[in-house]
Structures are given as C-alpha cells and as structure tokens.
C-alpha cells in the first residue's frame, strides 16, 4: 500500500499563488501514476491533473489549464508530487487531495486533504 500526506494549503488572495506537496511513501515501487483532486462544498470531487510516476506525462482538468503544473520528484527517495497553483481564483477553493494509481488503473489510495480557500 501507499501513503498519502500533502501539505501547503492555506489562504490566498484572487491572482495570487499556492504550491501542494504531496509526499508518497511505502509501496513506492507500484505507482503508476500520482493525481490532484479537489472537492467544493456542495460538489462532487473533481480530477484536476496528473503525472505518470516513471515517464512524467501529464494531464489537466480545462478548468486549471494554463493556470496548474503538476510536477513530480521521485529520485533520491523523495517520492513527491507537487501542485503549484498561478492565477487563483475564488472557484479554485476546495479541499484539495493527492491520489495514486498504485498497480491499478484507477486511484486507490488517498491522502488525507488540504484546504485551500481563494478570496475574491
């Protein structure tokens, strides 16, 4: 199994700026693939990208093309996953979670979240 932590949400004006980071650890050898989802109050939790763990090809949700980057570090046993997040805005708030493909094609297992909150 895989361990989830992420840190680095907080507060934040409109336009302004915020990094995740998201720290994998145990079964590292079984990632196939590290993700960022997010849940706003009263919605469904939402994909908004993702990196392949060996080859670090990524995807994003349209709503954060052009404003995310995922990016991935996992040499020298850091297995971390980052989000930094440009051009915030109020939409962006929502309790942000690092997920991993671990021997799956889907998510399975999950960290344990962290807010970020966009003020207008």
């Known amino acids: 199994q895989v361990q989830l932590v992420e840190s680095g949400g907080g507060l934040v004006q409109a336009g302004g700026s915020l990094r995740l980071s998201c720290v994998a650890s145990g079964s590292i050898f079984s990632i196939n693939a590290m993700g960022w989802f997010r849940q706003a109050p009263g919605k469904e939790r939402e994909f908004v990208g993702g990196?392949?763990?060996?080859?670090?090809?990524?995807?994003?949700a349209d709503s954060v093309k052009g404003r995310f980057t995922i990016s991935r570090d996992n040499a020298n046993a850091k297995n971390t996953v980052y989000l930094q997040m440009n051009s915030l805005k109020p939409e962006d708030t929502a309790v942000y979670y690092c997920a991993v493909r671990a021997d799956s094609p889907n998510y399975n297992s999950w960290g344990q979240g962290t807010q970020v909150t966009v003020s207008s």
């Open positions: 990196i392949t763990w060996s080859a670090g090809r990524t995807s994003y």
